[in-house]
């Protein structure tokens, strides 16, 4: 269900049609008009599904140690190879697109299955596992328990899905394409997850391909084989690839000046800045304004922030959570690319655009995009921090209550400036 920032009263009297929310968009329009074709697909939905699959998987985590978890299809041929790539996205899709894409997307979910059991699965489980290491999409022929029903969930977490379907029989229609890198991994019983996930990175998976792959129970020792909720997942692999990454970026030599990057996508500003430093560092501020998705009601802006330092964190970051680590991400592949290490602070404004979550791949494709932009340089701190916080439409006095850090004085100190 999608929540709006109006009364009912307002709904009522706008029917999405005079914005009285102050919205650009109705979120009720939009959910309503995602879901037109599974609406019409329904009278050939009662107790089958045979057509593609991309090579997705989704894992539930509620009863966790045991989980539900299936294959998922599509309603439309002409979405197959891109409705469960956020990677392949950019920021070129708006709002409407993704719900209207992510609507005709079907998930299988079978019987709860313990996650210890991924190394020996049921037939299901078996034939989900082969198609997520697909390169191509797969045919599949599914039997339902019962009718779908429509609807739609949506999660800060993943991107927004359609209905679920509870299935008694899952088989393949076509043999699933697996390339050579990835069945390589996979195969190998005896390297720890960790490594698995280096090697399917340094070999040009897409962060979605090895999340799949790491969510579906294929990655590590073979007695280590784990089924992981997807929403866990995406975290897990972020984090893991990023934590590699700063061991790289700790041999570079330092930035020459400071750098400030800028990207707006889906009314989410970004505002990154590069600071000359001999060890990383990185503080992230996530500030979502009213009417905004995770804000509906609040009357004033909400700021969270997280940190760390040259060793990385030693506890989740609890703030900001999983869009902290796809941040991160993002700006330690550029250094990598840059070949130089720096302090790092990120600012990310959430407007009331934003009405409807899409998952924290956004955020990681978001910042992606920013620092693929040519930066401005500076020769000074404050003259960097003064150029962004003309530019930030909350007040930097706002982000100093949230992370004291920002007081010039803590920061040269925590700095070694």
Request: with cysteine.
């Amino acid at each position: 269900m999608v929540s709006v920032p109006a009364t009912q009263e307002e709904c009522l009297r706008c029917k999405g049609g005079k914005m009285l929310c102050g919205l650009t968009y109705c979120p009720i329009v939009l959910r309503s008009r995602a879901l037109i074709p599974l609406r019409k697909a329904m009278p050939k939905l009662k107790d089958n599904y045979y057509g593609p699959s991309p090579p997705s998987v989704f894992v539930g985590r509620f009863g966790y140690p045991k989980v539900r978890l299936g294959p998922m299809a599509t309603l439309g041929s002409d979405i197959v190879n891109i409705v469960d790539e956020p990677d392949l996205w950019k920021t070129d899709k708006s709002m409407a697109d993704i719900v209207g894409f992510r609507a005709q997307l079907l998930r299988f979910i079978a019987t709860p299955i313990d996650v210890t059991s991924a190394s020996n699965p049921t037939r299901i489980v078996e034939i989900t596992q082969d198609q997520v290491q697909s390169s191509t999409p797969v045919d599949l022929e599914i039997k339902f328990r019962k009718q779908p029903r429509i609807g739609m969930s949506f999660s800060r977490f993943n991107q927004p899905m359609g209905a679920h379907v509870q299935v008694s029989s899952v088989q393949l229609a076509s043999t699933p394409k697996i390339a050579y890198k990835t069945d390589r991994v996979v195969s190998d019983t005896d390297m720890f997850s960790n490594e698995a996930i280096s090697r399917l990175y340094r070999d040009n998976h897409t962060v979605t391909q090895i999340t799949r792959l790491f969510s579906s129970g294929l990655l590590g020792l073979t007695r280590n084989r784990r089924f992981v909720p997807t929403r866990w997942s995406i975290t897990a692999v972020d984090d893991i690839i990023g934590n590699q990454l700063r061991e790289r970026i700790r041999d570079f030599s330092e930035l020459s000046s400071h750098l400030v990057f800028h990207n707006s996508y889906l009314d989410n500003d970004f505002w990154i800045l590069f600071i000359p430093k001999h060890e990383w560092f990185f503080n992230y501020h996530e500030a979502w304004k009213q009417k905004s998705a995770w804000n509906l009601t609040g009357k004033k802006p909400t700021i969270l922030t997280d940190i760390e330092g040259p060793k990385g964190r030693t506890t989740y970051a609890s703030n900001t959570v999983g869009g902290y680590y796809a941040a991160r991400l993002a700006v330690q592949e550029k250094l990598v690319r840059m070949q130089r290490k720096a302090a790092v602070l990120a600012f990310r404004e959430v407007g009331d655009g934003y009405a409807i979550p899409l998952g924290v791949w956004q955020v990681r494709e978001n910042m992606r995009e920013a620092l693929r932009h040519t930066p401005k340089s500076f020769s000074s701190l404050e003259s960097a921090i003064k150029f962004i916080s003309k530019r930030l439409t909350i007040p930097m006095s706002f982000y100093r209550k949230r992370s004291p850090l920002l007081n010039r004085s803590t920061l040269d100190k925590f700095l070694g400036l």
